[in-house]
Nanobody
């Protein structure tokens, strides 16, 4: 089992930045990669970014490239999502998730953290 806890959400103005954290505990040695997802009210959950547990091979949704950066903390079992130039359309619940192999589904999920961007 892997437990994931997100933090760092909040209410900001358009153009501001936020850094979200995803702290992992438990059987992290079984973790292959961690991804960030978001879900806005009335919309389906969408992929944001993912990174290998080693800290390599970061991938982004096309709409997030250039504004969002995913990274893995060196000393801690934490994955970060740096979000810059935030827009009202970025308003959503952001959740992190982990999977145990490249072909597996994301099976471990955090509870999510709310990000609200006002214009």
């Amino acid at each position: 089992q892997v437990q994931l806890v997100e933090s760092g959400g909040g209410q900001v103005q358009a153009g501001d930045s936020l850094r979200l954290s995803c702290a992992a505990s438990g059987r992290t040695d079984s973790t292959y990669s961690v991804g960030w997802f978001r879900q806005a009210p009335g919309k389906e959950r969408e992929f944001v970014a993912t990174i290998r547990w080693s800290g390599e091979d970061a991938y982004y949704a096309d709409s997030m490239k250039g504004r969002f950066t995913i990274s893995k903390g060196n000393a801690k079992n934490t994955v970060y999502l740096q979000m810059n130039s935030l827009k009202p359309d970025d308003t959503a619940v952001y959740s992190c998730a982990a999977k145990t192999s490249s072909t597996a589904r994301y099976i471990y999920w955090g509870q999510g953290t709310q990000v609200t961007v006002s214009s």
